[in-house]
């Protein structure tokens, strides 16, 4: 039996609706106190991870940056309190300067999470604006002879050594929710277009035949052609980066609530079989960082992988009876236990153990991550709602 700690006790043998609200007696404890910080110090600070034994606050243009705010935006609706909802405003109109952001795909990732969960939740029609404006700027960076949007610049940081014209990688399809939500928004059809051309190709140039994806696909520009595909943070080319996959599921499973195209359906449920029928994935379905890392089982787990792909399965179990739920819950159940829930006032104020970054960049390596926690209470939102209905 997995006993399932969150502040001292056994929850085992509590029912569902006990635990998921002890979680969230938890998350209010936990995250209070990094508001106390934040707030205690008169400026915006935006926590990422942890380094160190410090935590490590990020500008509004880091790519994670947009994650502590939906955060905000997911505690009042999993709390109904308005202290929260205070918070979600405050932190979320610090980033209304990314929505000009041109540099990088993460527009999508920073935007969305705030001030598209901000939208969603209070209809304000200056979110509107901004979200719009934001998948103006996403757009710009939509390359139309391979039918792509370009993640990274092949001519800036340590990308401009690897040799890629065109670099795509499977993060990118977190992204397209952004230009679906704008096109709803606008009535720009011309997001929906790019949203669309880019996951069909990312679905033919990505996927191996197993199911499992690359993490980078480089494109020419000039005729379309796929270049090479390879990895930046995964251990090997051919190898199943566990967050890629994890990004793999819920971007094709959204593209699918977007679109209703078969296709990304079944390639979601292809996916997902892949994972679940991996013989290196653990007992407790919080995967290691890599599928094919070389030392399993002494490789880092990966908590945000995990809580990825459980928000994924409850969005997939709305479409499709597979199985879905039941394999979240489970994942819930391990991530809810001792083994990768923070102590109160540990971690860094931060929900979840155990994440990883980027082992090949040596960066954020067993560590709690914003985005960790930001689906992992996403999940459980998710399945609050799902089972309050039935």
Known sequence: MLCVSVFTGCLALKSKGDVDKDIVDFAVNQLGKQIEIIEA?????NPRTVHNDKTVYVSREDWTSGFFPGTMWYMYELTGDEKWKGYGVNYTAQLEPVKSLTKHHDIGFIINCSFGNAYRITSDEQYKLVIIEAAKSLGTRYR???????SWDEDKGWQKDRGWMCPVIIDNMMN???????????GDSSFYKMAVNHAENTLINHFRKDYSCYHVVDYDKTNGNVRGKSTAQGFADESAWARGQAWALYGFTMCYRETKDIRFLNLAENIFDFLFSHPNMPNDLVPYWDFNA???PDEPRDASAAAIIASALYELSAFKDGG???TADKIMMSLSSADYLAGLNENGNFVLKHSVGSIPHNNEIDVPLNYA???FLEALLRKMKIEKSN
């Open 41 to 45: 110090s008169g400026k915006f600070m």
């Open 144 to 150: 139309p002879v391979p039918g792509v949007i370009q």
């Open 176 to 186: 397209l929710e952004l230009l679906f939500l704008a096109t709803r928004l606008s």
């Open 294 to 296: 070389p030392k399993i």
């Open 324 to 326: 879905y739920k039941a």
């Open 373 to 375: 926690d930001y689906y």
